[in-house]
Antibody
Framework: EVQLVESGGGLVQPGGSLRLSCAAS????????MHWVRQAPGKGLVWVSR????????IYADSVQGRFTFSRDNVKNTLYLQMNSLRAEDTAVYYC??????????WGQGTTVTVSS | QSALTQPPSASGSPGQSVAISCTGT?????????VSWYQQHPGKAPKLIIY???KRPSGVPDRFSGSKSGNTASLTVSGLQADDEADYYC?????????FGGGTKLTVL
């Protein structure tokens, strides 16, 4: 079964850091681009970042550029999103998703990040 | 990159058809055929239902169909069923980042 499982969410103070993980299984992980997408409470989906299949190329939304770092380990079949200098507006459910060409064909269940003092 | 424009809500009775629009620009929706649609039930993860404007993943009923004209893409849900009540999001590849629409809440009356 193709599966993505996020973890690492939680409560963090403004200015703090958090690292999210996404464990992949059921497919050849190293062959796919991967994405992070977030959803603030009661709001819509917002694309955050994409990493290519070997981890050499990443792109970010302007809102997180310079604060978030997307990486992957193709041996452990795991994605990582290092989030620094967190702000209240980063509060959201964070989903990892598999990039099937130019759409997102498989999604994880999400992990919740709350930035608050 | 601006979000794509969707109506906030749509509705229809069981058995009817409803169309949801997604308007972008020539840089995204109008520039290529990489438009996709996602269904999200409350508290659940999004699910891909249409990709490359009008293709359906395996397992998605043919009641869901997609089309595009110029800078506007559309999702049509035919033969509405109670379980179709959900939020629907369009998305487009823009050459660098991806963008989503603001979402449309579909209510089955």
């Amino acid at each position: 079964e193709v599966q993505l499982v996020e973890s690492g969410g939680g409560l963090v103070q403004p200015g703090g850091s958090l690292r999210l993980s996404c464990a992949a299984s059921g497919f050849t992980f190293r062959d796919y681009w991967m994405h992070w997408v977030r959803q603030a409470p009661g709001k819509g989906l917002v694309w955050v970042s994409r990493i290519d299949s070997d981890g050499r190329s990443t792109i970010y939304a302007d809102s997180v550029q310079g604060r978030f770092t997307f990486s992957r380990d193709n041996v452990k079949n795991t994605l990582y999103l290092q989030m620094n200098s967190l702000r209240a507006e980063d509060t959201a459910v964070y989903y990892c998703a598999r990039g099937d060409y130019y759409h997102m064909g498989v999604w994880g269940q999400g992990t919740t990040v709350t930035v608050s003092s | 990159q601006s979000a794509l424009t969707q109506p906030p809500s749509a509705s229809g009775s069981p058995g009817q058809s409803v169309a949801i629009s997604c308007t972008g620009t020539s840089s995204d929706v109008g520039g290529h055929n990489y438009v996709s649609w996602y269904q999200q039930h409350p508290g659940k993860a999004p699910k891909l239902i249409i990709y490359e404007v009008n293709k359906r993943p395996s397992g998605v009923p043919d009641r869901f169909s997609g089309s595009k004209s110029g800078n506007t893409a559309s999702l049509t849900v035919s033969g509405l069923q109670a379980d179709d009540e959900a939020d629907y999001y369009c998305s487009s590849y823009t050459g660098s980042p991806w963008v989503f629409g603001g979402g449309t809440k579909l209510t089955v009356l």
